[in-house]
């Protein structure tokens, strides 16, 4: 008797999968406005790259990312002047939950690069979106001026998709807030998550609230003030250390660590091929040696805040440092929120330990 076998692919349905996105696809509910964030600045860097292929001409072109809540309204924009996208492919990568259109740009245009500046990989961070809205619309347009798309979607998955009105390329992301989530529509709550997530991406933020509008009204006969980005884009950890004063590895210190006493001694790591990774690590001044010092070593992938003090990284006897790594090459887990054991961790945590103890060394020869 002829043995016979069955091939195919496992389906999954939307209405039984989205309660899941919504509960546990990110241990930290505040995440999804870093992942709204960071597809906004996928969608500019997208486009720069385009430019510098000669695929595009943007001229003279700004980029920005624009979010702004609206306490009235109830939602939560995340606006961005990036690729955007046509009708077929916003039915592609939003219709289908994990398939990844940053890592398939990535695929076509960057080939093994992988330093190339593209945060998405897994396909789902968008639809952290729900995990804090009953509602989301998407308004996109892209860089190749075919129509404009307007995408909504409620929290069961179910879509509608009709014409949009845009006047430039790029994407609008609205998340209508639920009543259960209601914090998310308090200002301060999004200056503390943009602060902790978004402080160093490399496309200027700018946020306005509800608040900001009524400030202007009362101050409608002065000039203006222009609006400053709520974050850097060219951090300190990006130049040669040749290039950085004593000063401003001293005030990188105070803003990132709200910490006013100055550094012992800091060390800028610069690490290229084969581990390409970069970061500057603080040894903090203890001032009495009943003192207990808690240490801080923040974590980035391409500019993005994924964790701090991650054991696999910092050895636990080293966890008194204070600092910022920028590992583009790190094997983060689905959530970008811890780490998946490999060679290239265990070499970046050899290199830290090395480096600190060549300058204790060194501060000690020298004492």
Request: glycine share 6%.
């Amino acid at each position: 008797m002829e043995n016979t076998f069955k091939k195919g692919g496992i389906s999954v349905q939307t209405e039984h999968i989205f309660p899941v996105i919504k509960k546990w696809l990110y241990s930290e509910k505040d995440i999804f406005l870093r992942e709204i964030v960071s597809n906004a600045s996928d969608a500019v860097t997208k486009l720069r790259r385009l430019s510098s292929l000669g695929q595009y001409d943007g001229g003279d072109e700004t980029y920005r990312i624009d979010v702004t809540l609206d306490k009235i309204a109830k939602t939560l924009t995340v606006s961005d002047n990036g690729i955007g996208m046509t009708a077929e492919e916003l039915d592609r990568y939003l219709c289908q939950i994990a398939l990844s259109g940053a890592l398939e740009f990535v695929e076509k245009y960057e080939g093994d690069n992988q330093s190339n500046g593209i945060i998405g990989h897994f396909g789902l961070g968008f639809y952290s979106s729900f995990m804090i809205s009953d509602t989301v619309e998407v308004i996109t347009k892209s860089y190749t001026d075919t129509p404009a798309v307007h995408w909504t979607c409620n929290a069961d998955g179910n879509y509608e998709t009709a014409n949009g009105t845009r006047d430039g390329h790029g994407t609008t992301v609205i998340m209508h807030v639920s009543d259960e989530e209601s914090a998310y529509l308090e200002k301060y709550k999004i200056e503390e998550i943009l602060e902790k997530y978004c402080a160093f991406m490399p496309v200027e933020i700018y946020f306005t609230a509800e608040d900001d509008e009524e400030k202007k009204d009362d101050k409608k006969d002065e000039t203006p003030e222009a609006p400053k980005p709520v974050n850097d884009t060219t951090p300190l950890w990006l130049k040669n250390p040749s290039d950085c004063t004593p000063e401003e590895y001293k005030e990188f210190y105070r803003k990132v660590f709200h910490d006013w006493r100055e550094p012992l001694f800091w060390i800028h790591v610069n690490a290229d091929y084969p581990l390409n990774f970069r970061g500057i690590l603080y040894f903090p001044k203890i001032t009495n040696e009943y003192e207990s010092i808690e240490g801080q070593v923040k974590l980035y992938y391409n500019q993005v805040f994924v964790a701090d003090n991650i054991k696999e990284v910092i050895p636990e006897y080293l966890l008194m440092l204070k600092g910022v790594l920028d590992c583009p090459e790190l094997p983060l887990n689905v959530s970008r929120s811890y780490l998946q054991n490999n060679t290239y961790v265990s070499k970046v945590s050899a290199h830290i330990v090395k480096k600190v103890a060549d300058k204790l060394c060194s501060l000690c020869n020298t004492a």
